[in-house]
């Protein structure tokens, strides 16, 4: 088929055009959108063990939907997310996210996936180079911190390694020192999160507290059903504490399963990774977890935090997670870059999201920064311990961003990404 391209079109214009057409055919309700609908494409895992991590963002991203169209929308326009699940399978959403730009029209995106659809969502972004995309959820530092992998017209919008591992460390050394616990195992998922921001956690909890020592480690497969086999190992090497990066339905699985053994009579447990949703899935959540607090309607303590969080419990009848703020502050970005360019252009919005400040519940004074490595600074982050009843977490210790980038930039310089 020779596409004729109209003249005073762009190449996304075009495009656009063209996955529209072909959509028709394919899915009836793409032919109801019209030109002054703005879609935005957003892929994540919405079924499976970890489908909490697409399912709360794609919450949170219906909210930002009627908010922003009920004040006008972006540029006039009214915008409509189209949904899609990549399965957690990195190659779908390469092809997902190719999909949206090419064939459905997408002009922006909003990549929800863990870390391992992340990156193949940045390559895609970097072939296009005519679409602005925000990652909401993959915490990998070495997406933005590395300028190999780095993109021109791609940022994140979520939670760090690096900077949960300085924040989580300083707190934690402190604790095991307390309590002397020198004998720690690491139990976290098979893939690039995993591995990296554990070997982060270490290299900084060692740095503060340099008796400890790791006895033990297990890596289960994202997804993992059955964890009798790791809960088995890690209660043999008799550690004092276990560090875990397990999140979404495999963090819950673990505790369920862990508790018909008893583990949490026989090693305190760290984690940077309880959302309200995990909490409610365990069927007796244990208290004196240590955790970061991912998303707490009490922290930051403020009323514009709680309305939100109500707001959203309302609507959803279940509580946020941290996926769901990072997606809406993704939107606030977008609302204040796009109404700082005037223009969806790919060039244009990425200089006026870079350095970006706003305003927001979710900051740690009340902003976010978009830092000009295409990351984000200045969120909540707090440590403290977990309790079966309401608020859920207690005794929370926020963290010190000056601290955190001090580390940080050390720790850039180690991997020679400055």
């Avoid at 006895?215 to 086999?229: I, S």
């Avoid at 707490?296 to 946020?320: C, I, Q, S, V």
């Avoid at 311990?385 to 210790?397: A, R």
């Amino acid at each position: 088929m020779t596409t004729t391209r109209k003249p005073g079109l762009s190449r996304r214009s075009t495009l656009a055009l063209m996955g529209a057409g072909a959509a028709t055919f394919a899915a009836p309700w793409v032919a109801r959108a019209d030109a002054n609908i703005l879609r935005i494409g957003m892929q994540s895992i919405l079924s499976g063990p970890i489908a909490l991590l697409g399912n709360s963002s794609r919450n949170a991203l219906m909210m930002e939907q009627d908010r922003i169209n009920a004040a006008g929308g972006f540029l006039g326009r009214q915008i409509e997310f189209l949904f899609r699940d990549s399965k957690g399978q990195p190659q779908e959403s390469a092809r997902i996210a190719r999909e949206l730009v090419n064939s459905s029209g997408c002009e922006l995106l909003v990549d929800s996936e863990a870390s391992s659809g992340a990156f193949a969502v940045q390559e895609v972004i970097r072939d296009l180079g005519n679409v602005v995309c925000i990652h909401t959820n993959s915490e990998t530092s070495a997406l933005t911190a590395d300028p190999k992998i780095r993109a021109p017209t791609a940022f994140r919008v979520a939670r760090q390694g690096v900077h949960d591992a300085v924040a989580g460390s300083i707190y934690l050394a402190d604790f095991s020192k307390a309590r002397k616990l020198n004998k720690w195992a690491t139990c976290s998922p098979d893939y690039a999160y995993g591995r990296d921001t554990t070997a982060q956690y270490l290299q900084f909890l060692k740095q503060f507290n340099p008796d400890i020592e790791v006895v033990t480690d297990a890596w289960p497969k994202l997804g993992q059903p059955d964890f009798t086999e790791v809960i088995t190992k890690l209660i043999q090497a008799k550690p004092q504490a276990l560090f875990t990066l397990l999140y979404a339905g495999d963090l819950s699985a673990f505790v369920n399963q862990a508790n018909v053994y008893a583990l949490f009579s026989q090693m305190t447990v760290a984690t940077p990774n309880v959302d309200y949703p995990v909490m409610a899935a365990i069927k007796n959540l244990p208290a004196g977890i240590q955790s970061a607090t991912r998303y707490l309607e009490t922290f930051p303590d403020t009323p514009a935090n709680k309305e939100w969080g109500e707001a959203y419990h309302k609507r959803w009848n279940e509580r946020p997670t941290t996926w769901s703020w990072q997606c809406t502050v993704a939107m606030q970005f977008y609302e204040a870059g796009i109404k700082k360019a005037n223009t969806l252009e790919a060039k244009a919005l990425s200089a006026a999201l870079t350095g970006l400040k706003i305003n927001t519940p979710f900051g740690a004074d009340g902003t976010i920064t978009m830092r000009d490595d295409h990351t984000t600074i200045n969120y909540a982050i707090g440590w403290g311990q977990t309790t079966p009843k309401e608020p859920f977490m207690v005794d929370i210790k926020p963290a010190d961003w000056g601290k955190i980038i001090e580390l940080e930039t050390e720790w850039k310089k180690q991997q020679k990404y400055i």
